[in-house]
């Protein structure tokens, strides 16, 4: 059985940093792009970060420059590595892995989703 564990998650004040992980077990992930996702109350899900297969990674505009995604395919492992928190940053944050090597922004494109780890940034 395939799953998704983030951990990480916590409350932190604006300014101040997370660091998120998401272990994968059930089979491996190295071939395939693997991406974080956020929901805010009220909010549809919103695309993070991902990482393909090659280490290339992408963003989301509000977020760059201040998130970092990065993999470790010996542990199976993809982190979030969040600097500058912002109460706008509050959300469910979602690891989910692709289909396929590339990925993408949209939500269809990952069929594999961890359960979620809670960030709640205070101004």
């Known amino acids: 059985q395939v799953q998704l564990v983030e951990s990480g998650g916590g409350l932190v004040q604006a300014g101040g940093s997370l660091r998120l992980s998401c272990a994968a077990s059930g089979r491996t992930f190295s071939s395939n792009a693997m991406g974080w996702f956020r929901q805010a109350p009220g909010k549809e899900h919103e695309f993070v970060a991902a990482v393909r297969w090659d280490e290339t990674t992408y963003y989301a505009d509000s977020v760059k420059g201040r998130f970092t995604i990065s993999r470790d395919n010996a542990k199976n492992t993809v982190y979030l590595q969040m600097n500058s928190l912002k109460p706008e940053d509050t959300a469910l944050y979602y690891c989910?892995?692709?289909?396929?090597?590339?990925?993408?922004?949209?939500?269809?494109?990952?069929?594999?989703w961890g359960q979620g780890t809670q960030v709640t940034v205070s101004s």
């Open positions: 989910a892995a692709a289909m396929g090597a590339v990925g993408g922004r949209t939500t269809y494109e990952y069929n594999y």
